[in-house]
């Protein structure tokens, strides 16, 4: 019963610093797309790509909210992070740092991925999502 509990307090974490984290940066690319290309030096972004891109993490950080109600039941909102975070890594930021062209605006998405994935590995119950019923 304590493992549980421990399990739920870890998993409302990452779903409160999804919440902290994806709300304020998904609003801000839908709200003042300008002030957040500027404010944290990104490139000119395409409008419809951007507002896609806040939307997620708008999406991310509303349904983490009922993540924190019920840990459990919302975990594939944290694995579908997981995933696409690694996804990125590997697809994305792999091939840019390899032909030489990552700039240094990227740091901020590589630190707060990388945590996210180090969070999800570290609290993911992985065997009980991959285990049959």
Do not use: H
Not at 23 to 36: C, E, H, N, R, V
């Amino acid at each position: 019963m304590l493992e549980n509990i421990d399990l739920d307090l870890k998993l409302k974490a990452l779903y409160l610093y999804t919440i902290v984290i994806t709300i304020p940066f998904g609003l801000g690319i839908l709200i003042i797309p300008d002030m957040m290309v500027t404010l944290f030096g990104w490139p000119s972004q395409d409008p419809i790509v951007f507002g896609v891109m806040g939307s997620v993490y708008l999406a991310f950080g509303l349904l983490s909210i009922l993540g924190l109600r019920s840990p459990k039941k919302f975990l594939p909102i944290l694995l579908m992070q997981f995933c696409y975070k690694v996804a990125w890594f590997l697809g994305v930021l792999l091939p840019i740092v390899i032909t030489g062209q990552f700039q240094v605006y990227g740091i901020l998405y590589v630190v707060i991925f990388a945590t996210y994935i180090v969070g999800d590995i570290l609290v993911i119950p992985f065997s009980d999502l991959l285990a049959k019923e």
